[in-house]
């Protein structure tokens, strides 16, 4: 279960909630069933809660939205694609990572 400030994309809203954002957008690629997944839910549901005011944070089940995942490429989750304007900024980042990682890859997005 997503944290409080942890948003759900889906397919049908992700071009106005993350390509259109004024503001750096992390989406975490995951699935019900992934194990790594949810190891690495809490993590993004602490980064939610710490960057709400700079950067949305959330979280597009693969299962229910597909075309999200195969647009991007998304062949092994979870995976988690950072967006600044429009744009993936940076490289995907595959597997379980540390909370540190995933802010510094954030850090990027805003400086």
């Known amino acids: 279960m997503a944290g409080p400030d942890t948003l759900e994309f889906t397919d049908d809203g ?3 909630q993350v390509l259109q ?3 750096p957008v992390l989406v975490d690629f995951w ?3 992934c194990q790594p997944c949810k190891a690495l839910g809490p993590i993004v549901d602490e980064l939610a809660t710490e960057y709400k005011d700079r950067v949305k944070i959330g ?8 075309k999200s995942a195969v647009q991007y490429g998304v062949s092994a989750i979870p995976t988690l694609i950072l967006f600044k304007n429009g744009q993936v900024h940076g490289n995907p980042i595959t597997g379980l990572r540390s ?13």
């Not at 979280?59 to 597909?66: P, R, V």
């Not at 909370?99 to 400086?111: T, Y």
């Open 31 to 33: 699935a019900e069933w």
């Open 99 to 111: 909370k540190k990682d995933l802010a510094s890859e954030i850090e990027s997005a805003l400086a």
């Open 59 to 66: 979280k597009l089940d693969i299962d229910s939205n597909q």
């Open 14 to 16: 992700f071009e106005e």
């Open 21 to 23: 954002s004024d503001t």
